[in-house]
């Protein structure tokens, strides 16, 4: 079964309003982290979150071990935010890596 | 700022001829990672090399394998490419694993005609 699953696969905002991404793992992890990449464009990362809370500007990454999940909510987005955002995760077992299938974000002026 | 460096950024070819993509970190990294992105942004991993280890992919073909003179370079060749071959192909670097965070460079954008 998949590792990780990534939700919604696609979100369309306007500008200003805040996005909340969620990736869910149904594994036990070395690490979490958040990528974004613009269309057409190399992966950037964003977060490098096993556990807990992390700030970056409007950016805000969450990882609730006991829970399996790992959000990044985005405040206040700008249009420079369209892009996709990927969730990938070290599996403790075996060290694999896995990738979510993504999140598509627009966010229209 | 670019410390992961990959040529060409982009590479057209026929099926059947054999291609070579390059990969150059300068962060100290003693691990790089070769990935394959599809046309649905999928990534898979497919190699990962650290102090001369090389982790394969099962699910990677045969024709793909990775070449790497020292710490700071890992290339990928391709024998033989087929069109299901055409993507992206990331490759990134780490300290000791990929437990610490992953730097990319910018891709190689490969199409088979």
């Known amino acids: 079964g998949q590792q990780v699953q990534q939700s919604p696969a696609s979100l369309v905002l306007q500008e200003g309003e805040n996005a909340e991404l969620q990736c869910n793992f149904s594994?036990?992890?070395?690490?979490m982290q958040w990528f974004y990449q613009r269309p057409g464009g190399s992966l950037v990362s964003l977060f490098y979150n096993p556990s807990g809370t992390k700030h970056s500007g409007r950016l805000t990454s969450t990882t609730v071990i006991k829970e399996r999940r790992s959000s990044l909510h985005i405040s206040s987005s700008q249009t420079t935010d369209s892009g996709t955002y990927l969730c990938?995760?070290?599996?403790?077992?075996?060290?694999?890596?896995?990738f979510g299938d993504g999140t598509q974000l627009v966010v229209k002026p | 700022e670019t410390a992961v460096f990959q040529t060409p950024n982009y590479h057209v070819t026929q099926v059947g001829n054999e291609v070579s993509f390059n990969c150059k970190q300068t962060?100290?990294?003693?691990?790089m990672y070769w990935y394959k992105q599809d046309s649905k942004k999928l990534l898979k991993i497919m190699f990962s090399y650290n102090n001369k280890q090389l982790i394969v992919n099962e699910t990677v073909p045969r024709r793909f394998s990775p070449q790497s003179s020292d710490k700071a370079h890992l290339n990928l060749r391709i024998k033989s490419v087929e069109p299901e071959d055409s993507a992206v192909y990331l490759c990134?670097?780490?300290?000791?694993?990929?437990?610490?965070?992953?730097?990319f460079g910018s891709g190689t954008r490969l199409t088979v005609l």
């Open positions: 990938a995760l070290e599996r403790r077992s075996n060290n694999r890596i896995f």
């Open positions: 990134a670097s780490s300290y000791w694993s990929s437990a610490e965070t992953l730097y």
């Open positions: 594994t036990s992890l070395n690490s």
């Open positions: 962060l100290g990294h003693d691990t």
